[in-house]
């Protein structure tokens, strides 16, 4: 008999007590721009740009040998702290699912006007095309 995973929702991960095995759903943040210096260094020199109405993606090799993601989503374009914080949630989600793709890039996700007035399937969907053009680029 097998025990079904449990979501332990204080620390976001789930583990299943057979196998001993940890999934975590968080991004950790070695793959997140952190601090000044590491924007300023993709702001830049970007060597890839990608964008839509809602978003913008500026990137570029990492040093670190591994992708991170900066966001920047400002006040002035997404009114509402609750907005906000769901567009960051969506943007993270996003990277991690398609890090595997961006080996070794540093990218920033700028929002634009409008950009919460998308449902979430329309932010999944725009954010996925731009990680596909920042990787069709960084690859060539």
């Not at 583990?15 to 997140?32: D, E, H, I, M, R």
């Not at 000044?36 to 970007?46: G, I, L, P, R, T």
Request: contains cysteine; proline residues 3%; charged residues 25%.
């Amino acid at each position: 008999s097998t025990r079904p995973l449990i979501l332990d929702n204080d620390s976001h991960h789930i583990s299943n007590s057979n196998a001993g095995l940890t999934v975590s759903f968080v991004l950790p943040k070695k793959n997140k721009l952190l601090n000044k210096k590491e924007f300023s260094w993709v702001f830049n020199k970007a060597t890839y740009k990608a964008s839509s109405r809602h978003c913008l993606i500026l990137a570029r090799e990492s040093q670190v040998g591994r992708p991170r993601v900066g966001l920047v989503i400002a006040k002035k374009h997404i009114k509402r702290a609750v907005q906000r914080n769901r567009v960051k949630r969506l943007i993270r989600e996003s990277f991690r699912y398609n890090q595997h793709q961006l080996l070794k890039i540093d990218a920033i996700v700028l929002s634009r006007n409008g950009m919460a007035d998308l449902d979430n399937p329309a932010i999944y969907k725009m954010l996925n095309q731009l990680w596909q053009k920042i990787q069709n680029k960084a690859s060539t």
